[in-house]
């Protein structure tokens, strides 16, 4: 009950609470759609005859995978390596695993699978980008704390 409560009484038209958010989330999905579109395209082009629902799994997890060690890099530009990494895995995993599933859901309805064409890329990303969206402004306006830095 907290919660919603907290959630309606939230200023929702915080402009540079937003694009704080948006670069948050930005930085995120660069992370999570190197390793997600990396994998997939390594099956569609080694062809490697992997059930649909294994390849997105492991797409999921490889994005996961380089967000975290995309933000490691940047935050060790900022702070000790050992910090920068825990400071990485302790990210929202909530973010990740809704942008990584909106990406894969958008892309398995469109194509049919886990293939990657040139016109369902933009449509995963936008889909990546504005699923957590709104989770992350959240989490910034309400805990001061940001998926990535």
């Given at each position: 009950m907290a919660f919603a409560a907290t959630i309606t009484a939230l200023n929702w038209r915080d402009g540079p609470i937003w694009k704080q958010a948006s670069v948050n989330t930005s930085w995120c999905l660069l992370g999570c759609a190197i390793g997600d579109m990396g994998t997939i395209a390594f099956f569609q082009f080694t062809g490697i005859p992997w059930p649909t629902l294994a390849i997105?799994?492991?797409?999921i997890v490889?994005?996961?995978?380089?967000?975290?060690?995309?933000?490691?890099?940047i935050l060790s530009?900022?702070?000790?390596?050992?910090?920068?990494?825990?400071?990485?895995?302790?990210?929202?995993?909530?973010?990740?695993?809704?942008?990584?599933?909106?990406?894969n859901t958008v892309d398995v309805l469109l194509t049919g699978g886990a293939r990657l064409t040139w016109w369902v890329i933009p449509i995963m990303l936008l889909a990546g980008f504005l699923t957590p969206l709104p989770y992350n402004y959240w989490r910034l306006k309400a805990l001061g704390k940001g998926c990535c830095h």
């Open positions: 997105m799994s492991l797409a490889n994005g996961i995978l380089t967000s975290i060690a995309l933000e490691t890099f530009r900022q702070m000790a390596l050992n910090l920068a990494f825990r400071t990485a895995i302790g990210m929202s995993l909530i973010s990740m695993v809704s942008m990584e599933i909106a990406m």
